[in-house]
């Protein structure tokens, strides 16, 4: 029987109109706001001869933070958070990927928020393959993961009247990715 799959081996880029990368948090401890960064860059390497040397890197560019509420993200752009100007990026590295299932990874790397750096492991399910309506490669990767914000240096906070606060501490991180498979002159597929 002949493997009619596609290789998946080889080098990848993140399509930036088909890819999010976002997240939610708590307001007020009632109402979940979402938002992304919509200036995002990144490239995978797949080597399944050698799985150790698979690796991922994604670049945020904070100025592109879009809660769609344009207060709220100069609020998120400035000092008391992320203060894009001082570290405009946010970016992951990895240090290991593996596979621990049938389309289930476990992307385990570096997440550097201002000028801090911590390890982090991020559960992704590989979603699926297809050669576009343009002959490039796809591949699809889904997956959240909870982090703590004041661990990275996002502590601005307010105290609520009831004991709470305005904005919740734990924040989810969604990914939702898009990458095409460069050909082998390393450009994207057509």
Do not use: C
Request: proline share 3%; charged share 30%.
């Amino acid at each position: 029987m002949t493997d009619n799959r596609p290789d998946l081996s080889g080098d990848w880029d993140l399509d930036p109109s088909h890819t999010r990368i976002g997240f939610s948090a708590k307001h007020a401890m009632v109402a979940n706001v979402r938002g992304a960064f919509n200036d995002v860059t990144g490239t995978l390497h797949v080597d399944f001869d050698d799985p150790d040397k698979s690796t991922a890197e994604i670049v945020l560019k904070v100025a592109s933070v879009d809660s769609r509420n344009t207060q709220r993200d100069d609020h998120l752009r400035s000092a008391d958070f992320f203060n894009a100007e001082k570290w405009p990026d946010i970016v992951f590295k990895s240090t290991r990927i593996e596979e621990v299932g049938d389309n289930a990874l476990v992307v385990s790397g570096d997440l550097t928020i201002r000028d801090i750096t911590k390890p982090i492991t991020i559960p992704i399910e590989f979603t699926g393959v297809e050669t576009d309506a343009f002959g490039a490669l796809r591949a699809g990767f889904e997956g959240t993961r909870r982090i703590d914000r004041r661990e990275y240096g996002l502590e601005w906070n307010m105290a609520l009247d009831s004991g709470g606060w305005l904005v919740s501490e734990k924040i989810t991180l969604e990914f939702e990715i898009s990458a095409i498979k460069r050909d082998t002159d390393g450009e994207q597929a057509a």
